[in-house]
């Protein structure tokens, strides 16, 4: 029965070679368990997508700047509505400050899943806040303005950070006018809003803080 041992042989080799491929190892067989985030200091994020808001839907582009993948500054702009919706205010752009608390903490700590999805989906949990600039109907541009709090999660589609994400970003939006009088006359006072956006994220290494820098190894 000699074929029949070459055949487990040959089947026992093919299922440790695709193990071997599909394991997320780095170059001593060891898994990286920051997945790529730390082979740069900065993270630049592009994307598109909608914002889902109580006035209506818009399409949304957003671009984002993250260092070591826990502190950035992002930008939003919403031009609807879509094709046969409407939307108020017809357009919002937003421009504010992103906190990721969960990423160096475990990182430094050791305290990750060892599945690259399930690590970066955690460790992308951030804060948002923002001032808004809205054109409702009929208004000039940033004709109201207001303040804008959120959260964002983002999931990858590899197994890395650098690449295509899906990213899900909510919160609430508040005019000035609301905050300073409590009258709220509208969705362009007042209102939630969910963004989705498929997006790619490119760690590069840009020596923010010292020319020096090297990434760990």
């Known amino acids: 029965m000699r074929w029949v041992s070459e055949r487990r042989l040959l089947a026992l080799s093919l299922v440790g070679a695709l193990?071997?491929?599909?394991?997320?190892?780095?170059?001593?067989?060891?898994?990286?368990?920051?997945?790529?985030?730390?082979?740069?200091?900065?993270?630049?994020?592009?994307?598109?997508?909608?914002?889902?808001?109580?006035?209506?839907?818009?399409?949304?582009?957003?671009?984002?700047?993250?260092?070591?993948?826990?502190?950035?500054?992002?930008?939003?702009?919403e031009d609807g509505p879509l094709v046969g919706a409407s939307s108020e205010p017809r357009r919002v752009l937003v421009g504010g400050l992103e906190v990721r608390p969960l990423f160096l903490y475990r990182w430094l700590e050791g305290k990750e899943t060892q599945r690259a999805w399930l690590d970066l989906a955690i460790d992308s949990f951030g804060l948002e806040l923002g001032a808004v600039a809205m054109q409702p109907s009929g208004l000039p541009f940033a004709s109201r303005l207001?303040?804008?709090?959120?959260?964002?999660?983002?999931?990858?589609?590899?197994?890395?950070?650098?690449g295509p994400w899906i990213g899900l970003h909510g919160g609430l939006r508040w005019s000035e006018a609301e905050l300073t009088t409590g009258t709220v006359n509208g969705s362009d006072d007042r209102s939630a809003y969910v963004s989705i956006t498929l997006a790619w994220h490119q760690v590069v290494v840009a020596h923010v803080v010292d020319v020096g820098d090297e990434a760990p190894r």
């Open 146 to 162: 207001g303040v804008q709090a959120g959260l964002g999660i983002e999931v990858p589609i590899l197994p890395d950070a650098t």
């Open 19 to 77: 193990a071997l491929a599909a394991s997320p190892a780095s170059g001593d067989g060891a898994v990286d368990p920051s997945y790529g985030r730390v082979q740069g200091d900065l993270t630049l994020v592009a994307g598109l997508g909608a914002t889902v808001a109580e006035g209506g839907t818009r399409p949304e582009a957003e671009l984002r700047v993250r260092y070591l993948e826990s502190l950035g500054l992002f930008g939003m702009y």
